[in-house]
Nanobody, 114 residues
Framework: QVQLVESGGGLVEAGGSLRLSCAASTSIISINVMSWYRQYPGKQREVVAV???????NYADSVKGRFTISRDNAKNTLYLQMNSLKPEDTAVYYC????????WGQGTQVTVSS
């Protein structure tokens, strides 16, 4: 199982930016799918962005054009650059790595004030 540690969350005003990081305990080159999810209170986690090892990325419609997922294989780190943040982006954000199982980080809180 891959250990994942997120960082970079915090409080930001609407229209601002944050960059989330997800540091993995092992090389991510061979991890085919790495993703960012978010969870609202009382709701299930929803996918925000997906990156596969071939370079293909996908985004939820609600974040297209504002969020960018990327990998730094040399640092074994997944990123989520979040721009033009909105209050509805307020949630706990998790990264996930799909190997033979899905590994999750502990989550990082993002709060966007209006």
């Amino acid at each position: 199982q891959v250990q994942l540690v997120e960082s970079g969350g915090g409080l930001v005003e609407a229209g601002g930016s944050l960059r989330l990081s997800c540091a993995a305990s092992t090389s991510i080159i061979s991890i085919n799918v790495m993703s960012w999810y978010r969870q609202y209170p009382g709701k299930q986690r929803e996918v925000v962005a997906v990156s596969n090892s071939g370079g293909r990325v996908n985004y939820a419609d609600s974040v297209k054009g504002r969020f960018t997922i990327s990998r730094d294989n040399a640092k074994n780190t997944l990123y989520l650059q979040m721009n033009s943040l909105k209050p509805e982006d307020t949630a706990v954000y998790y990264c996930a790595a799909l190997t033979y199982i899905t590994s999750w980080g502990q989550g990082t809180q993002v709060t966007v004030s209006s």
